[in-house]
């Protein structure tokens, strides 16, 4: 069983995937300034899970051009969403190799990261997750300026795909 909090990360990744569901390639590269355009987001939150989860967590870099392409502070692009998605796919994939084994004590470590900041990986994981849940808000917000209609209105099954759960499996105190 994955950690609770691995649980929910799995979820707001099906939720961002949600809120793509019927999306141009051309929409997904329209520009609503001053924001990056929806394909584009999808490339940087690839860029985040294999930064925090792939080369931070294992030591591996599968796909070096989110580094610069879509990095925090990266110029803005309207790459083609195929292409985003399938970088997403991939890095998401090479991240679920290392959070399947994730355990509370590997997320209270501390990681130093190569520009010298310290953090935990459990707060990796939290702010990927919250990272996840603005951009799924900030699409949402492109696509109804786009003027697409019957889009999500909330956030979906919870309450069955990701119900909150205490870690169990956790033997001492934090």
Do not use: K
């Not at 190799?97 to 994730?102: P, Q």
């Amino acid at each position: 069983m994955d950690h609770p909090l691995v649980e929910q990360l799995v979820f707001t990744r099906s939720e961002f995937q949600r809120a793509l569901d019927g999306l141009s390639d051309a929409d997904a590269r329209t520009r609503v300034q001053p924001m990056n355009c929806i394909s584009w987001n999808v490339g940087h939150l690839a860029w985040q899970e294999q930064r925090y989860f792939v080369t931070f967590a294992q030591g591996q870099t599968p796909l070096p051009d989110l580094n610069v392409q879509f990095a925090f502070g990266a110029p803005g692009s309207t790459p083609a969403l195929a292409d985003m998605q399938a970088a997403w796919q991939t890095a998401t994939a090479a991240a679920d190799v290392w959070l399947a084994t994730v355990t509370t004590e590997r997320l209270l470590e501390l990681h130093t990261s190569p520009q010298g900041w310290s953090t935990s990986f459990g707060n990796l994981l939290q702010r990927v997750i919250y990272h996840y849940w603005y951009h799924t808000g900030e699409n949402m917000a492109i696509r109804q300026a786009l003027g697409h209609t019957g889009l999500p209105e909330f956030v979906g099954n919870i309450d069955d795909e990701a119900p909150y759960r205490a870690d169990t499996r956790a033997r001492h105190a934090v």
